[in-house]
C-alpha cells in the first residue's frame, strides 16, 4: 500500500527536505492502518529508505526519520538501511 502526501517532502538534495510534511504523511498511513485509538497500543514503525542512500545516512537522516515515526504516534521507531 502506498501513502502520497498533497505536496511532496523530498527535495533534489535531501530525503526529507519538509519535516512536517512528512510526519503528516506517516500520521495519515498510521491513520489508515487503524493503529491509533482509544484502547489500541501505539504501533512499532520501521523505516527503510530505498533513496539517496549512497554512503548510508547521516546522523541527521536517522534522526529525522525517527522523529517523523515518533511523532507520526509510534511507540518504537527503527530505521533499516
Do not use: W, Y
Not at 539517496?52 to 529525522?64: H, N, P, W, Y
Amino acid at each position: 500500500m502506498t501513502f502520497h502526501s498533497k505536496e511532496p517532502f523530498t527535495t533534489t538534495r535531501l530525503l526529507i527536505g519538509k519535516f512536517f510534511v512528512a510526519e503528516s504523511c506517516l500520521k495519515n498511513a498510521v491513520k489508515e492502518f487503524g493503529a491509533i485509538g482509544f484502547f489500541k497500543r501505539a504501533p512499532k514503525i520501521i523505516i527503510q529508505p530505498h533513496e539517496f542512500l549512497e554512503g548510508g545516512l547521516s546522523e541527521v537522516e536517522d534522526r529525522v526519520l525517527r522523529e517523523i515515526a515518533l511523532g507520526a504516534g509510534a511507540r518504537e521507531a527503527h530505521v533499516v538501511v
